[in-house]
């Protein structure tokens, strides 16, 4: 079991965070254990018969409250900074607001008022097991993909109608609650092109396991494609 391959900058912090966090715990246990092993095989009543009287040691106390202090402070400065880069949201070119709702998502585009007056607004639904084409995924495809472009700063809005969601991808370190009367905000700026797959990840109903997504990341151009398309399209039915 391993992390999926990153596609942003925070996702690639997450995951060399987590390989950091992992020495420091794996070090910790080994000494734990060594500690562990020592104190049964040494502190022992057939090898000391008299025990030592001694119940306080400067030294060893300022030892064992300064090395904790050390390691916390150096997982918490590089923690605090991908906070601050998950949060921080720098001068977006696209804001795109997700609305969760039982059990699909809704999506609106409202940086289009060069192709139109109003701003694109679709809901994207799981599609069934017997409408799949060959080669997509089960309860993971959906009808209407979000398509967003590569390399660009991209703002995120997450809301939802009725109870709790959460859009959650893991491909692009992105996991924010959608709360009803609440406005979420995170972004996110996707380095490659690709197909990112995500799903609700809180339990909202019956149907919380159906409500997959789907981000589809292209270059500049195609994307003013799509959106020129998508808004013809959709103004013309």
């Not at 596609?7 to 000494?31: C, K, Q, R, S, Y």
């Not at 009543?45 to 306080?56: G, L, W």
């Not at 398509?147 to 893991?170: E, K, Q």
Request: charged fraction near 20%.
């Amino acid at each position: 079991i391993g992390f999926q391959d990153p596609a942003t900058p925070v996702m690639e912090g997450i995951i060399n965070f987590h390989h950091d966090l992992m020495f420091f715990l794996i070090m910790i246990v080994v000494f734990v254990c060594w500690m562990l092993f020592r104190v049964v095989t040494l502190f022992d009543e057939k090898k000391n018969k008299i025990p030592a009287t001694v119940v306080h040691g400067a030294t060893i106390e300022i030892i064992w409250t300064t090395i904790p202090a050390l390691i916390l402070l150096t997982v918490a400065i590089p923690s605090f900074a991908l906070l601050y880069s998950m949060d921080e949201v720098i001068d977006p070119i696209i804001t795109l607001k997700v609305i969760g709702s039982q059990w699909y998502w809704s999506y609106e585009y409202s940086d289009n008022l060069e192709f139109s007056d109003e701003p694109l607004i679709f809901d994207s639904y799981m599609i069934q097991e017997d409408d799949l084409a060959i080669g997509q995924f089960r309860l993971l495809e959906v009808d209407n993909r979000v398509v967003v472009p590569t390399n660009s700063h991209i703002r995120v809005l997450i809301t939802a109608s009725d109870v709790l969601h959460s859009w959650a991808i893991p491909s692009l370190g992105i996991k924010l609650d959608a709360c009803p009367g609440r406005l979420n905000q995170t972004s996110m700026f996707i380095k490659r092109e690709g197909v990112f797959y995500g799903q609700c990840s809180e339990i909202c109903g019956v149907n919380h396991g159906f409500m997959p997504i789907v981000v589809e990341a292209v270059s500049l151009e195609d994307y003013l494609t799509w959106l020129k398309n998508k808004i013809n399209f959709d103004f013309n039915i």
